[in-house]
């Protein structure tokens, strides 16, 4: 059954946008003109939107990709349905940051559609949460749930203001569990599947060791929440750059990454930051399914290049409805 769902996303993967097709639509000179590019794609329900809005167009996108993961967890069987039932939950994931993000201010348009689409993809109650007053009631009704840790972390959102130490918090449960799933996958799926989460973790681990020095967080905070997986990096990279006495010297430990961080760490653009980010983990991602196209690695590293696709489009959506430029924050 597994060569079925390889099967399925080799072909799948021909509906990828191209990048020449990515660039056409960057071009575009309203939304209207952007949503008629994409009518005759995969992404086809953006006929039926009345007022075009970059919003309800990020719906589409997210939903698009949830059709795709949910019809490739519907072809498979064994190991690779056990590992993509855990995978999935990066969903659960950034619904949640979201969510926790809007309860720091007025709850926007664009986040109750956002989380209306990622409904279908989690068992968590999603509606009973947003209808939470505030992050310390969504952290207690996660009480219950295999996030229920982030209320270690609590504390630190209330002493930074920010979300983020929680955001940390539920990347760190998140690939754990992930990781553990992919313990029950053998051979050389189990190495490329592993290093390309690897290289999503690694990313994730830098943003946290230079938080004390580009965010003012605390050391001890930084160092409990470093995801216990390694792989060009060793622990004691992040332990130096979390005790660094400034961003330059933290970014000494964490060279690998130094093109990644810099504009997060020099400019504080963390768009600029992510699009490097992800530009290394769809290089590997490209790379892996030349090397090991009839692998279960083929389906993840198909549904790794969707997600990034899917960010694409919604970073397009807001920039043409905003009337911001995409250079260099596209990756393609």
Same mark, same amino acid.
């Given at each position: ?11 799948? =993967?021909?509906?990828? &946008? +191209? ?11 309203? /939304?209207? %003109?952007?949503? *008629? ?73 664009? =986040?109750?559609?956002? &989380? +209306? ?11 009973? /949460?947003? %209808?939470?007053? *505030? ?73 946290? =060791? ?123």
């Amino acid at each position: 059954m597994s060569e079925y769902s390889i099967v399925r996303c080799h072909g799948l =993967a021909t509906h990828l &946008l +191209s990048g020449q097709v990515i660039d056409a639509l960057a071009s575009s000179k309203n /939304l209207r %003109e952007f949503t *008629d590019m994409l009518a005759p794609t995969d992404y086809n329900k953006v006929r039926d939107v009345r007022e075009i809005d970059a919003s309800y167009l990020e719906a589409i996108f997210e939903e698009e990709l949830i059709a795709k993961y949910t019809y490739v967890l519907s072809t498979s069987s064994g190991v690779l349905r056990n590992f993509l039932t855990a995978y999935y939950r990066r969903f659960e994931v950034r619904a949640l940051s979201r969510l926790l993000r809007s309860k720091t201010s007025k709850p926007t348009e664009s =986040a109750k559609k956002f &989380l +209306s689409s990622i409904a279908v993809a989690t068992d968590l109650k999603l509606d009973r /949460l947003m %209808e939470a007053k *505030d992050v310390d009631e969504v952290v207690e009704k996660l009480s219950e749930t295999q996030y229920s840790s982030i209320k270690k972390n609590l504390q630190w959102y209330h002493e930074y203001d920010s979300t983020l130490p929680l955001e940390f918090q539920l990347k760190k449960i998140y690939y754990e569990t992930t990781f553990e799933a992919l313990k029950r996958i053998h051979g050389g799926d189990r190495t490329r599947i592993g290093r390309l989460l690897g290289i999503e973790i690694e990313i994730a681990n830098c943003f946290t =060791a230079i938080a004390p020095t580009l965010y003012g967080y605390s050391k001890e905070m930084s160092k409990q929440l470093i995801i216990p997986h390694f792989l060009m990096l060793e622990a004691s990279d992040f332990e130096r750059a979390i005790e660094a006495d400034n961003i330059q010297n933290a970014l000494i430990h964490l060279k690998r990454y130094e093109e990644v961080l810099k504009p997060a760490a020099e400019n504080k653009d963390e768009c600029l930051a992510e699009t490097k980010a992800l530009a290394l983990v769809q290089n590997e991602a490209r790379k892996q399914m030349r090397e090991a196209n009839i692998g279960l690695t083929y389906v993840i590293c198909y549904l790794t290049l969707h997600e990034i696709e899917r960010r694409n489009l919604t970073l397009l959506a807001y920039a043409i409805q905003n009337n911001l430029q995409t250079e260099g924050y596209l990756v393609i």
